[in-house]
């Protein structure tokens, strides 16, 4: 498979982000996001997002200069309207700031709407551990999944992460989507000639569940590749779950919206009537905790430690070799990556070729430079 450099394709990021006109400050933050979604071997969150983020700027959907505006403030919370921006930098700028009231009030919230795609949610949360907190984040999304016993496509497949300081273990990292499957895993199955490892999609028809994601996808090429069916979650404790995140992010932000509300950012829906801004960006729920208001962060880290070590040295059943908390596979494929290069799916690679050739960008020659 295809290789290159983590500083090489950040280089391209903030290059091809930067000639669609976003400013330094916000092609920064765009090429950390979706280098972060490569590293952790979530390309589907990172370079992948990158395709849907060219879709949307293509069709006038992003305002690439927008910066976020705080709605409503008290010491410990924020409103903020992202006003159509990049969802990388309104996240980062969102988080930044939720940190700031976290070091003064203990617990801090920020609630955001309004923004594109935010790819690979760590890359976030992550940002609170050069901080010595705890950063906790979840957004609604496009619908992707039908309610526990349905067949329509009304639920979100909203990312949970968080990110925790640890001792000599390191981090505990997690970061899932809250759903089973979602459309970018039946494109790689279709690309593939396979089927799916369980009936996981309802036809819209007949309520039967099949395995075979061949007809409810199309242009699986693309990282937006719209559902003609809706996946299942594989069961309710996960529904539940997705329900209350929905609470959190599309219903209690001020000024958000649902997931039934936001649009899918297919192809088709764009050029049909390009002049009309797509729903994007429901809500989001962002959380920081500074971990020193509590108790000495020494204290903290060691527990941390202490419980890893316990968990980690349970006895392992049949077929497992080791027990793994959330992050630690993420963070050594991160160091794998940064030392070897990182793969990339040739669909991907080629729409990124595209979208820089678009706006006058040789990539070749980037690697001289």
């Not at 997931?259 to 994007?280: C, F, G, I, W």
């Not at 509590?294 to 392992?316: G, N, R, S, Y």
Request: aromatic content about 8%; overall charge negative.
């Amino acid at each position: 498979m295809h290789t290159e450099s983590p500083e090489f394709l950040h280089k391209v990021y903030k290059t091809v982000i930067s000639a669609w006109g976003a400013p330094e400050h916000q092609a920064e933050a765009f090429a950390d996001a979706i280098l972060a979604g490569d590293l952790y071997g979530k390309d589907m969150q990172g370079m992948g997002i990158a395709m849907i983020d060219h879709l949307m700027m293509q069709h006038g959907q992003i305002n690439m200069t927008a910066e976020p505006e705080i709605q409503q403030e008290r010491d410990n919370f924020l409103v903020v309207d992202g006003h159509r921006g990049l969802g990388q930098y309104t996240m980062t700028w969102t988080m930044n700031k939720v940190i700031e009231k976290a070091k003064k009030q203990t617990f801090a919230i920020g609630l955001v709407h309004d923004w594109h795609d935010i790819g690979c949610a760590s890359a976030y949360t992550k940002l609170a551990l050069d901080h010595d907190c705890i950063g906790i984040l979840s957004v609604n999304s496009v619908t992707q999944t039908a309610p526990w016993g349905g067949r329509e496509l009304k639920m979100s497949a909203p990312p949970l992460s968080y990110a925790v300081p640890g001792g000599h273990h390191g981090p505990i990292i997690g970061d899932t989507s809250v759903s089973g499957i979602y459309e970018t895993y039946l494109s790689e199955a279709v690309l593939a000639g396979k089927k799916l490892d369980t009936p996981s999609i309802v036809d819209p028809i007949t309520g039967e569940l099949t395995d075979d994601p061949a007809p409810y996808i199309e242009h699986p090429e693309h990282r937006s590749a719209p559902l003609l069916g809706a996946p299942v979650f594989p069961n309710v404790k996960l529904y539940v779950l997705n329900v209350f995140l929905e609470i959190m992010t599309g219903i209690l932000t001020p000024g958000g919206f649902t997931s039934p509300e936001m649009q899918y950012p297919s192809m088709h829906t764009l050029a049909k009537d390009p002049n009309t801004p797509v729903k994007r960006g429901g809500g989001a729920f962002v959380m920081a905790i500074n971990i020193a208001d509590l108790m000495p962060l020494a204290v903290f880290k060691a527990k941390v430690d202490q419980w890893a070590k316990t968990i980690k040295d349970t006895k392992l059943q049949k077929g497992f070799d080791e027990i793994t908390l959330p992050g630690e596979r993420a963070l050594r494929e991160e160091r794998e990556r940064r030392a070897n290069g990182v793969p990339i799916q040739p669909q991907y690679w080629a729409g990124m070729l595209k979208m820089a050739a678009e706006v006058g960008v040789d990539i070749d020659a980037l690697r001289g430079t």
